[in-house]
T-cell receptor, first 111, second 111 residues
């Protein structure tokens, strides 16, 4: 079974721009969660989508948003980028929301 | 608020030298406790899920155990390929899929 894929793997953006990251879950998995990983804060939960509905949300500003499509693929968007948004963004898929399998991540650098 | 504390922050072992990593947690209702392994530049790799106190799970040289307050990851006769960051996370029955992570233990196994 193919694992979780994320595109792009690396991204460099300028402050004030917006960015869209993509995640394709494991086949058959309907839950997709997004996490931000930084050296200072570790892994922090952004949000989870299940069957195209946001089921859970972390404590991030409204600049961070996401969506899920009918084929379970998910995108997250960050608007008005700040330097502090530089991080590894990880997507995880799950059949039920419990055991979550992570993708390789997208490394975002904001300059 | 759910909290996860891992110790030690870093651990250096010689090949064959067994040890344990600790994960202390505070959660109002435990849905599950998860162990992941993360290699540099990669997404976390799922290892174990533990659901109730007294539960144990094993995989090769790794054994995870759970009490009401903490979990241990025992590494028996480690090899250099076990070098990685080991992450512990909890899920709360009230917030379903959200994983709250500790900051991890960086393990280095030398010859």
């Amino acid at each position: 079974k193919a694992g979780v894929t994320q595109t792009p793997r690396y991204l460099i953006k300028t402050r004030g721009q917006q960015v869209t990251l993509s995640c394709s879950p494991i086949s058959g998995h309907r839950s997709v969660s997004w996490y931000q990983q930084t050296p200072g804060q570790g892994l922090q939960f952004l949000f989870e989508y299940f069957s195209e509905t946001q089921r859970n949300k972390g404590n991030f500003p409204g600049r961070f948003s996401g969506r899920q499509f009918s084929n379970s693929r998910s995108e997250m968007n960050v608007s008005t980028l700040e330097l502090g948004d530089s991080a590894l963004y990880l997507c995880a898929s799950s059949a039920t929301g419990e055991e979550q399998y992570f993708g390789p991540g997208t490394r975002l650098t904001v300059t | 608020e759910d909290q996860v504390t891992q110790s030690p922050e870093a651990l250096r072992l010689q090949e064959g030298e067994s040890s344990s990593l600790n994960c202390s947690y505070t959660v109002s209702g435990l849905r599950g406790l998860f162990w992941y392994r993360q290699d540099p530049g990669k997404g976390p790799e799922f290892l174990f899920t533990l659901y109730s106190a007294g539960e144990e799970k094993e995989k090769e040289r790794l054994k995870a155990t759970l009490t009401k307050k903490e979990s241990f990851l025992h590494i028996t006769a480690p090899k250099p390929e076990d070098s990685a960051t080991y992450l512990c996370a909890v899920q709360n029955t009230g917030t379903a899929s959200k994983l709250t992570f500790g900051t991890g233990t960086r393990l280095q196994v030398t010859l």
